[in-house]
């Protein structure tokens, strides 16, 4: 069955230095990933996507994040914090276009002055 | 604004209730999924619905079930309801039940005292 860790579940970093969210996999057949963003008294909001096109997917907000089969890694980075990033982020994982999403348990982004 | 409203936003019950949480997909969306947030168990799927049948089940007790009616709109019944599931209820919507285009709603937070 397919699984997802994501290591930190928070993360600190000042603004305008390089952030790094880290999401690793597990599964059986090529996944579907996903990166999520929520933000306080928010829904979740769709980041970026791998869907086994390019392994470097560019999303929303500057973020992108890079596909390593040898990893089994998607993590996300963006090159520059701004405030407005302080959010809760979510890794997922689907292994079929039709299945359900696997969260992972969620990394909680500090942004500070 | 994803285009998936629910209702209410929150919820405050007592347990050994039964409460009803309502999810509208987006416009011309067929597929329904609701989600389970909770400190506890982190993001977990609960119950998806395609064009008014169900389609998948994940972890969702016995005392909770759902629907999807005619005009695609869904809900989540909670009944006898214990303190354990004070929670955070998502609804996601799909097109065609794929799951890489879905889409969040904002949530109904749910408290049980």
């Known amino acids: 069955a397919q699984s997802v860790t994501q290591l930190g579940s928070h993360v600190s970093v000042s603004e305008g230095a390089l952030v790094l969210l880290r999401c690793n996999y597990s599964?059986?057949?090529?996944?579907?990933l996903f990166w999520y963003v929520q933000y306080p008294n928010q829904g979740l909001q769709l980041l970026l996507k791998y869907t086994s096109a390019a392994t470097l997917v560019k999303g929303i907000n500057g973020f992108e994040a890079e596909f390593k089969k040898s990893e089994t890694s998607f993590h996300l980075t963006k090159p520059s914090a701004h405030m407005s990033d302080a959010a809760e982020y979510f890794c997922a994982v689907s292994e079929e276009v039709f299945q359900k999403l696997v969260f992972g348990t969620g990394t909680r982004l500090l942004v500070s002055p | 604004d994803s285009g998936v409203t629910q209702t209410p936003k929150h919820l405050i019950t007592a347990t050994g209730q039964r409460v009803t949480l309502r999810c509208s997909p987006r416009?011309?969306?067929?597929?329904v999924y609701w989600y389970q947030q909770s400190l506890d168990q982190g993001l977990q799927f609960l119950i998806q619905?395609?064009?008014?049948?169900?389609?998948a089940k994940g972890n969702i007790l016995e005392r909770f079930s759902a629907q999807q009616f005619p005009d695609l709109h869904s809900e989540l019944n909670l009944s006898s309801l214990e303190l354990g599931d004070s929670a955070l209820y998502f609804c996601?919507?799909?097109?065609?039940?794929?799951?890489?285009?879905?889409?969040f709603g904002p949530g109904t937070r749910l408290t049980v005292l």
């Open positions: 416009s011309g969306d067929l597929s």
């Open positions: 599964s059986s057949v090529p996944p579907y």
């Open positions: 619905y395609y064009n008014g049948e169900e389609r």
């Open positions: 996601a919507s799909s097109l065609d039940g794929k799951v890489n285009e879905q889409f």
